[in-house]
Antibody
Framework: QVQLQESGPGLVKPSQTLSLTCTVS??????????WSWIRQHPGKGLEWLGY???????YYNPSLKSRLTISMDTSKNQFSLKLSSVTAADTAVYYC???????????????WGQGTLVTVSS | DIQMTQSPSTLSASLGDRVTITCRAS??????LAWYQQKPGKAPKLLIY???TLESGVPLRFSGSGSGTEFTLTISSLQPDDFATYYC????????FGQGTKLEIK
């Protein structure tokens, strides 16, 4: 059973970089053809896909965040990470990591999710 | 960007009711549509992918249909555990979600 767990600071100051890590257990992130993804949810709002890193290491970002977002992976630790720069209060949200599967589709749907972590941007 | 519009935004129903939630895409997405259930304070849970394929372990009272631009999620007989918010997601181009449908107890 694949499990994902987000970790990182719950409070980030405006203009700084938000950094989160997702630790995966029950499967290797470097095999299997999966898309290791980040999704966020503003308080009381819907879901916003941020981006993913494919098992091969290639990345794909939401165009609205592309200039501020970096997703990377550390296969030795079976982790992948998100860095979002120049944050503002609008980046306050619950951040989820998730595993994406494609079933031959152009981009993935998400079959396993972490529990989510609330990140607040405030001075 | 492909916009996903769900209706209704809120749905009140009773135990045992049959309910349907609709998701419309702003352009054709073939059958690349998934449905998720989310309960307060929890991560979304995948119910259906490829418009009509039930994820393993999901009760058979859930079903999905549609292709192109119009899709539906149907719950055949509401159970207490089904009261939650439901989201559709297109995965034809980038990934975008609908705004959600909150299913409430009448």
């Amino acid at each position: 059973q694949v499990q994902l767990q987000e970790s990182g600071p719950g409070l980030v100051k405006p203009s700084q970089t938000l950094s989160l890590t997702c630790t995966v257990s029950g499967g290797s992130i470097s095999s299997g053809g999966y898309y290791w993804s980040w999704i966020r949810q503003h308080p009381g709002k819907g879901l916003e896909w941020l981006g993913y890193i494919y098992y091969s290491g290639s990345t794909y970002y939401n165009p609205s965040l592309k200039s501020r977002l970096t997703i990377s992976m550390d296969t030795s630790k079976n982790q992948f990470s998100l860095k979002l720069s120049s944050v503002t209060a609008a980046d306050t949200a619950v951040y989820y990591c998730a595993r994406g599967d494609s079933d031959s589709s152009p981009v993935p749907y998400f079959d396993y999710w972490g529990q989510g972590t609330l990140v607040t941007v405030s001075s | 960007d492909i916009q996903m519009t769900q209706s209704p935004s809120t749905l009140s129903a009773s135990l045992g009711d049959r309910v349907t939630i609709t998701c419309r895409a702003s352009q054709r997405i073939n059958s690349w549509l998934a449905w998720y259930q989310q309960k307060p304070g929890k991560a979304p849970k995948l119910l259906i992918y490829k418009a009509s394929t039930l994820e393993s372990g999901v009760p058979l009272r859930f079903s999905g249909s549609g292709s192109g631009t119009e899709f539906t999620l149907t719950i055949s007989s509401l159970q207490p555990d089904d009261f939650a918010t439901y989201y559709c997601q297109q995965y034809n181009s980038y990934c975008t979600f609908g705004q959600g449908t909150k299913l409430e107890i009448k």
